[in-house]
């Protein structure tokens, strides 16, 4: 089965920036043909795709995440890594990596939080 671990998320000011990571382990698809997606979830809201970049290394951005946040994989490491700038509180969220542009998600990790101070 597919385990998936995120870390790098912490505690910073407004406008510091954070490098989350997550790795994939487990028996499952080979993590270098999916798009690989960061998602995130804030407290009372729907979980939400952040970012997500192909097998190709193509990325797509949510609106709220363009010109600030970088989407990185290395397929070698079978990691996914996402490079945050500028943050604000609103970002505040646990964050997870899991496929994306899929019906069907591994299980899902036990995320990492970002909280952002003002």
């Known amino acids: 089965q597919v385990q998936l671990v995120e870390t790098g998320g912490g505690l910073v000011q407004a406008g510091e920036s954070l490098r989350l990571s997550c790795v994939r382990s487990?028996?499952?698809?080979?993590?270098?043909?999916?798009?690989m997606g960061w998602y995130r979830q804030a407290p009372g809201k729907q979980r939400e795709l952040v970012a997500d970049?192909?097998?190709?290394?193509?990325?797509s951005y949510a609106e709220f995440a363009k010109g600030r946040f970088t989407i990185s994989r290395d397929n070698t490491k079978r990691t996914v890594y996402l490079e945050m700038n500028s943050l604000k509180p609103e970002d505040t969220a646990v964050y997870y990596c899991?496929?994306?542009?899929?019906?069907?998600?591994?299980?899902w990790g036990q995320g990492t939080q970002v909280t952002v101070s003002s």
């Open positions: 970049i192909t097998s190709g290394g193509s990325t």
């Open positions: 487990g028996i499952g698809s080979d993590f270098r043909f999916n798009t």
């Open positions: 899991n496929r994306a542009r899929v019906e069907s998600f591994w299980p």
